[in-house]
Each structure stands twice: as C-alpha cells, then as structure tokens.
C-alpha cells in the first residue's frame, strides 16, 4: 500500500565521527567499495550527527536539509545518489527529505562524512522498511564514505578488508568497548588556519593508489603494523600503541605527499603540534603522547590522562590553535525515537 503524505514513513539516527588509528586509504573495487587494506579506528564519544530521513510521496525530488538551511549542489547529489541505493534495495520509488544536524562544526575536517552516511544509513534504511543487522548497516554505510562503515560500531573497531572479489569478508565489527582503556583520551588540536578540503577523500586516495610511488610499501607494512597495535591497544601498552599511532600517521603522510599532484593537508600550526609531540617523546625517553590525523590539518593527540597536564605545557607556545577538545572512546550509532523535526 502507497503510504498517504501523513503516514510518510520516517526513521532518526545519530550517529558518532571516528577517528583511524590505521587509515583506510584506496579502494580496491569502486563499484563494490571495497577498500585495499584493514583499518582500525576509535569512534569518539559527545560530537554527534542526528539524520531523520522521511520518505514522502509528495516530493518532486530529494531534498536535504543540512544544520538548518536548504543544501543544493554536491552534498545533495551524495545524498540523493546514497538514498537510490537504498530504494534500489527496498524496492521504494519515493524520493525522501534528509534532516541532518551535527553539534560539532561541520566540514572542520572533524570526519563529518563518517557520522553523516552512516546516520544517513541507518535512517534511510530503516525508514524504507529495511531492517537491518549493524554489520548490514555498516556495509550500506561505506558506500556513502568507507569510514562510515567504523561509525555504526562503539570504542575500538576494526574494519577488515577481506580478500573475496564479491566483498562478502568485507566488513567492520567492534572489536573492544569505549571502556575498555579508561585511561586514555584523544585531545584534538583544532587549528585555526584549517583550509577547506579541495578534493574529496574518496578521489583523493584512489590518486595515491595510481601515483604514489609509497603505496605499495604502505600495503606490505600496514597489515603487520594493525595487529601490533591491536595487541597493544588490548594490552593497553601505551608506549608500543603512541609509537605505532605516528609511524602509521607519518606513513600515511608521505602516501599522500608523494601523490601526484602532492596531497598536503597540514598547516603550519599542525606541523608545530607534531614537533611537540616528538619533542615531548624524546624528553620523556618513552613515548608518552601518540598523534594521528585524517585528511585534513587537525591533529589528534592520544595521550594518558595522567600525561594531560605535561602535554598541556608543551602545547601552551602554539599559538594557531583555535582550541582543544578532550575526547574519550564513545558509543557507537543508535536509533532515536521516530520523528520529524
Ligand atoms: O571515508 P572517506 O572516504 O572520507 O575516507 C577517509 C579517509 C581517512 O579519513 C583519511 C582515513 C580513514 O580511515 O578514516
């Protein structure tokens, strides 16, 4: 039975950014997004992204509505292009109003495209009378943005690339809860001087794979550097977990580096947080702080709680950094109550 524009059936998710301790950098397979090599990642707790999706037989078109205002142009078409393969799969013809609101700046380089498709996932879908498992939910999410697939899941989670040509060992699960290192926190550096992103991520990798001359290196290396960090993050050793955090942060740097035309996204200002750091390491004689940063110029410090203070001090000189949020492991996405807003 066609639903009456009242009865227009709708779903809210709100969904959490994350942050990858080893990246998910070059696609494999474009039509199935199947990514080269696994990735781990930490979702981040308080900075949200809550999607109400509402599938309307009146609409003419699809529409989204992004912290408030009317959206046209590319965000819209990623979002009209995400919910044609949800109706492909529910078999729905309507076209579909997308509330979206993150409480966090969005397009601040804070991975406002992982909370944003994979709380678009799980609203489209479950507003289209898809219901589906979170490992189902996650596989619909990368398709929006490969690290949509990590935001589904709480705390710690791995994203395993699979090797099957179909996709079907490709999936992400979580792999411990937000609790399980109480001690540690993530200080983002939020620079100020941030430039806006030129070329998105999913073109931007799939760049590295054709010219960097690194990315091969990089796809001998990664695997074995994941499941030492994994057994360091299950041993909570955070000396082994900060030293790999920035071998893999400074070997995805020089992927990008050496990608041709160069993919540069730090600022002056990120490279004086990751001079810090090293700094504050080498005094310490053990690494005390580890640092990681996605495509953009924020940096994220991954420190022990007992460390804050002296990390704090050694910060203090920076002067391009507009401020700080200490952030912990956090749950993953949730359904909210049904409702339109
Ligand atoms: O999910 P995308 O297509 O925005 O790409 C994410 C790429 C990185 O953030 C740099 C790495 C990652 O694993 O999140």
Request: glycine share 12%; no cysteine.
């Given at each position: 039975m066609t639903p009456t524009a009242h009865e227009a059936p709708s779903a809210t998710y709100e969904a959490p950014p994350n942050i990858a301790l080893i990246k998910y950098w070059g696609v494999r397979d474009e039509e199935l997004h199947l990514p080269y090599n696994s990735s781990l990642s930490v979702t981040l707790e308080r900075l949200r992204t809550r999607t109400t999706v509402r599938f309307d037989p009146l609409l003419p078109a699809d529409r989204l509505v992004l912290n408030g205002r009317v959206a046209d142009g590319a965000p819209r078409e990623a979002v009209a292009r995400f919910l044609d393969l949800v109706r492909e799969r529910s078999g729905s013809k309507l076209y579909a109003e997308v509330r979206s609101r993150n409480n966090f700046p969005t397009a601040?380089?804070?991975a406002s495209s992982a909370s944003g498709f994979a709380a678009l996932a799980g609203a489209a879908s479950r507003a289209a009378g898809l219901d589906l498992t979170q490992a189902e939910l996650s596989a619909l999410a990368r398709f929006g943005s490969?690290?949509?697939?990590?935001?589904?899941?709480?705390g710690f989670v791995e994203w395993d690339a699979g090797r099957r040509s179909d996709g079907r060992d490709c999936r992400a699960r979580a792999?411990?809860?937000?609790?399980?290192?109480?001690?540690l926190l993530d200080l983002v550096?939020?620079?100020?001087?941030a430039p806006a992103k030129e070329v998105r991520s999913a073109v931007a990798m799939q760049a590295s794979v054709r010219t960097s001359p690194a990315f091969s290196d990089r796809q001998a290396a990664v695997g074995p550097r994941l499941s030492r960090m994994r057994s360091a993050i299950r041993r909570r050793d955070s000396d082994a977990f900060f030293r790999l955090l920035i071998e893999e942060c400074d070997e995805f740097r020089g992927v990008c580096e050496r990608t041709v035309p160069t993919l540069d996204y730090l600022t002056d200002t990120s490279r004086e947080v990751l001079a810090a750091v090293k700094g504050l390491n080498a005094a310490a004689g053990e690494a005390v702080v580890g640092y990681t940063h996605d495509a953009g110029a924020h940096v994220h410090l991954f420190t022990l709680r007992s460390e804050l203070p002296r990390l704090r001090r050694a910060l203090?000189?920076?002067?391009?950094?507009a401020r700080y949020w200490s952030l912990r492991p956090g749950p993953g996405g949730r359904y909210l109550r049904t409702s339109v807003r």
């Open positions: 601040s380089g804070m490969g690290s949509a697939a990590r935001s589904i899941f709480g792999l411990l809860p937000p609790r399980h290192w109480p001690e550096a939020v620079v100020a001087d203090r000189p920076i002067r391009g950094v």
